[in-house]
């Protein structure tokens, strides 16, 4: 804690963003009354007078301190942790905008991260660090594997720039030399601008009518980082978070589907998704959501699920009245004006068709041919929530799981060498260190790809967080049509939605614009 004032001290990122703004106003209202630093860019001139104007009182005692600059600044992100007791990196460039401008998700998610990461090594006293991940690293699920736990191996969808530069930054926290950290890989998150934010972009159209989701609210986001800050300081942790990655999950009933998502927006302005949407224009594949088997963990160190999606959707109703007026207005007008007007958008699959862009098509749709064969009418959309198995499938009891390539029901203590090279076999690969003391999960060794690619990686990141190295790690490229076909980890997801004679090489070249070749 800070000597002078024996209050904690904790710095943010990304104070400004939904998740950002909840965790503010649950750390103002916290018992421990910490000392504020937030990173705000310089360009973000609204937000932070609306900060400043929302908490003038903190701002004028100096309890709240704005840093204006860019995580990728050295500079900045030094004047920022400067004496914090933690540091809660929320930051992040998020689709649509990283789909718009790549170089902003390259520079806040990757880059931003490592100069971080960077500057927390050198401090000293170095603060802890809590790192927000993102369920985008599990990439594409639907009905074969809804369910995702810590340590799936790492897929993240192809040309999502978002979280290819997330699964990088995530990779430097694990492997850095920070002492205390932990990495939370944030759900999909309900928040006060979504329905507002996601019907003016063609991103609409990414979310799979079947992709397994599971919500939770930036409500009780903010309340668990709240609860964790106070949680360590009274010195009730122990072991049993620092140093480990979790799933931020939700309650049971927040796990639905992208159908039933859209669904249930569209009651507030008396609607459906059938009387909006084609069942042909949403992709059905590259998209990413899951549901969470390991999400009780948090819940059960720190008791912050409190909204369901009910609750979420009710509030929306309560504060943006003007919702309910559209129930009035005949559902083709609300349809054209809504939702077909953005197929004209550059981010939308009709207009991939309509400009010949083969690479997105096939990566969400598995071709233009696929794409022109999806059915038209709904009665021919095979929905999963309509399925007579759906209630089953989402219980957690029937869960099946993917395979993590050791048992992974071992306690740390009694992970072995031959656990590693058991792992590293089913990627098609091999541990190349010949010595591994057991239980020595935080000490790096070395690997070996399927390519022949050696690196050195901590066996807590590869066994327990299920990364694993591949180009994707270093540049652009997604090419798991080809290590699928000896990565049998890899293999049990990706072909849940990829034909196995798929033969695609997936990238982006110097200037962010997307590619495709065969192998």
Known sequence: MNKKTDRLTVALTGATGNMGQAVLEQLTASV???????????????????????????????????????????????????GADYV?????????????????????????????????????????????????????RDGKHPWARVGDPLLVSPYDIYSATKLRGELRVLESGIEQWAVLRQSAM?????????????????????????????????????????????????????????????????????????????????????????????????????????GHKLEDLFAYQTQSTADYWAEIGRTHRYYALAKVLPKALIRKAVIERLYKDANAPAYWKKHGDQGKLTAFFGGEAAYDAQPREWKDFPLLCEDAGYAALRDPQNAALPAHGFDDAKADAQIGIEDLRAVARAHGGELVSEHFETGALYTPVEWKTQDGDVFTARPYTVLRAGHWYNRTYRENVWEFDRLARKDKLYAQLWHDTHAKDEAFVYSMDGALHTKIERE
């Open 32 to 82: 421990l009354r910490p000392r504020l630093r937030v990173l705000i860019l310089p360009a973000d001139k609204k937000r932070a007078k609306r900060l400043r104007r929302t908490y003038a009182a903190l701002c004028k005692s100096g309890d709240l301190h704005i840093v204006y600059g860019n995580l990728a600044d050295p500079a900045a992100v030094r004047e920022l942790i400067a």
């Open 88 to 140: 809660v990196n929320l930051a992040a460039v998020i689709p649509p905008l990283s789909d718009k401008r790549p170089d902003l998700a390259v520079e806040c998610n990757q880059r931003g991260a490592d100069v971080l990461v960077s500057a927390i090594e050198k401090a000293a006293p170095q603060p802890k660090l809590i790192h927000i991940s993102t369920v985008a690293l599990y990439g594409n």
């Open 190 to 294: 309900l928040h006060r601008n979504m329905l507002s934010g996601n019907i003016s972009d063609g991103l609409l159209f990414h979310t799979c009518f079947n992709a397994p989701l599971e919500w939770v609210t930036a409500h009780d986001s903010g309340v668990l980082i709240a609860h964790i800050l106070e949680r360590d300081a009274a010195g009730t942790l122990g072991n049993a978070f620092w140093k480990r990655v979790f799933n931020i999950g939700s309650l049971p009933q927040n796990r639905i589907t992208g159908y039933e998502t859209f669904d249930d927006g569209f009651r507030l302005i008396g609607g459906n998704v059938k009387s909006f949407f084609r069942p042909d224009r949403n992709a059905v594949r590259n998209f990413h959501g899951v549901w969470f088997a390991d």
